[in-house]
T-cell receptor, first 119, second 109 residues
Framework: NAGVTQTPKFQVLKTGQSMTLQCAQDMNHNSMYWYRQDPGMGLRLIYYSASEGTTDKGEVPNGYNVSRLNKREFSLRLESAAPSQTSVYFC??????????????????FGDGTRLSIL | KNEVEQSPQNLTAQEGEFITINCSYSVGISALHWLQQHPGGGIVSLFMLSSGKKKHGRLIATINIQEKHSSLHITASHPRDSAVYICAARHFGNEKLTFGTGTRLTIIP
């Protein structure tokens, strides 16, 4: 019963390097999210995907790209890492509230996080 | 001003004490979430409520829609309750959440 799985758990990059954070869920959820968590700030939404093949920008999308290739997986890519992207990244998934369905008001399920340091 | 504000930022209490963490929000919401972030970093959803009160074990969450305020209570607190507690507001019409900055709770044996 894995839930939401993120890889890697830790990563150190040099400025300008690229990398992809992977996220997979096994709960058949439609909606998936990428957040970043920084000291003294609440979790902030980077991108989200309401369903396979669709993605939308969140609050802080600059410097990131995402890909939702199938229902299970939602990846986050840093094309040219910058020190300002040092953060803890969380992936989450949920059954959507909209359109209305019997799965109203379902919580988001979070992965364990990826701690990313950019030097 | 943040849309979701929590208080206190930090709370230290003795084992057995009754704990209250507060959350105020300034936007219309469809639901209010309470989450727990363990010292190791993992985040778990505790409650999601849109009215009234919910209880799970020693945890109780309440919400007052008119006052735009929610509280999380922990009865008979225990050191294993030590964690960061986060409230998040779900906006009307979409899935997005706005998060508070969290309350770091430390329970001393």
């Amino acid at each position: 019963n894995a839930g939401v799985t993120q890889t890697p758990k830790f990563q150190v990059l040099k400025t300008g390097q690229s990398m992809t954070l992977q996220c997979a869920q096994d709960m058949n959820h439609n909606s998936m999210y990428w957040y970043r968590q920084d000291p003294g700030m609440g979790l902030r939404l980077i991108y989200y995907s309401a369903s396979e093949g669709t993605t939308d920008k969140g609050e802080v999308p600059n410097g990131y790209n995402v890909s939702r290739l199938n229902k299970r997986e939602f990846s986050l890519r840093l094309e040219s890492a910058a020190p300002s992207q040092t953060s803890v990244y969380f992936c989450a998934s949920s059954v959507p509230q909209f359109p209305l369905s019997r799965f109203l008001n379902q919580p988001q399920h979070f992965g364990d996080g990826t701690r990313l340091s950019i030097l | 001003k943040n849309e979701v504000e929590q208080s206190p930022q930090n709370l230290t209490a003795q084992e057995g004490e009754f704990i209250t963490i507060n959350c105020s929000y300034s936007v219309g919401i469809s639901a209010l979430h309470w989450l727990q972030q363990h010292p190791g970093g993992g985040i778990v959803s505790l409650f999601m409520l849109s009215s009234g009160k919910k209880k799970h074990g020693r945890l109780i969450a309440t919400i007052n829609i008119q006052e735009k305020h929610s509280s999380l209570h922990i009865t008979a607190s225990h050191p294993r309750d030590s964690a960061v507690y986060i409230c998040a507001a779900r906006h009307f019409g979409n899935e997005k959440l706005t998060f508070g900055t969290g309350t770091r709770l430390t329970i001393i044996p």
